[in-house]
């Protein structure tokens, strides 16, 4: 069986490093890259670290507005699949390259696979919201990661394809943290490209969203909550928002903000497990957070991982600094017990079920 495999942005080469070691066991997969993230440090370093294979294809699609993006990339992710003429298309997650990948394989009629199906926001407004749906209802597997996604897609009518394996973001959580590196062995690179160190103490937070970080004002209330805090935090900035990250920190004086480029993925979820507590905008972080028993505060309107909202575990905050610091204050509560992630094996599930 052939199967072409689409990523293109950092949380899918994550999910496709441990689904694809368990593919390549029974198909011929192809990689394609269409290139949405291309920075050494939201891309190659992935790959590195994950032993992922090389892409086949690297397309070279990123930048520009949301509808050329994701246009140009249906025009040659459609060219690979003329030429390849793979059995299935494999896509992961909810970004342009998802959906464009999605599309090109359907108008192909090339039965289209999505791992991590059923999320839902209720709120169109979202980019990713967007991409999620379209590529829910012209998929013909639908692989989901816990119960609620499962409920929303009986409720879209879609449960007929729809199949629970658990998170592939746990099983990699569960796999690398066992040789990810201790806090003293992670090197953080500050924006001008500096060393620097990792505090003892300190909180981490990620925040790359439109919604968060297209203006000063909201991305300033965000970073004035981290600037009153007890410990410094580490803030790993996606390149869309790091020079307006450092433009608020330098212009109102903040020292308790230590900002760095990317990390790769063994130092963030190294990072993850030895914080005090989590601030982020980020599906994969609130989840590993959730799985590393850490706190998290999520700074968005909507709930996208109902399972974690449980006991205080994870709370939303507007970007506002005294509704941020609120909920960080309260205690959370902690269930060995309660696991709706699944079991770290979600990638044999998925690989058993596109090879039927
Ligand atoms: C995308 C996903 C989002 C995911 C996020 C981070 C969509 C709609 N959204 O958003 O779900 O959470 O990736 O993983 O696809 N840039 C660089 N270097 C890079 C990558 C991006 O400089 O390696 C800059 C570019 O100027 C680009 C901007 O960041 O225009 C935004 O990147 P884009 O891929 O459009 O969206 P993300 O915010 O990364
Ligand atoms: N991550 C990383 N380096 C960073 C910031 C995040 O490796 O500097 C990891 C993080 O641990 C998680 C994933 O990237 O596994 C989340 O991706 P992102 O926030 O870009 O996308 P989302 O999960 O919101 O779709």
Redesign the pocket.
Known sequence: MKIVTVV????QFIKAAVVSRQLRKHTNEILVHTG????Y???DIFFEQLNIPHPDYNLGI???T?GQ?TGRMIEAIEDVLLNEKPDKVLVY??????LAAALAAVKLHIPVNHVEAGNRLNNLDN??EV?RICTDHVSNKLFACTKSAMDFLDREGLSDKAFLVGDPMYDAFSFYSKIAPGIEGIGLVDLEGKKTSVPVCYYYMTC???ENTDTDEKLDSILSAMESLDAPTIYPV???NGQRAKYICEKNNYHNIILTKPVGYLESIALVSHAKKIITD???LQREAFFAGKQCVTVFDNVIWPETMVGNRNQLAKPDKEDIIEKLIKKQILDSDYLPFGDGHSAERICSEIIK
């Open positions: 293109g942005a950092r949380p949405q993230h291309y920075d440090n939201m891309s990123s930048r520009g949301h993006m997650g909810d970004t342009n390259s998802t980019p990713e991409n790359h969203r439109q996606h390149p869309r980020s599906g994969g």
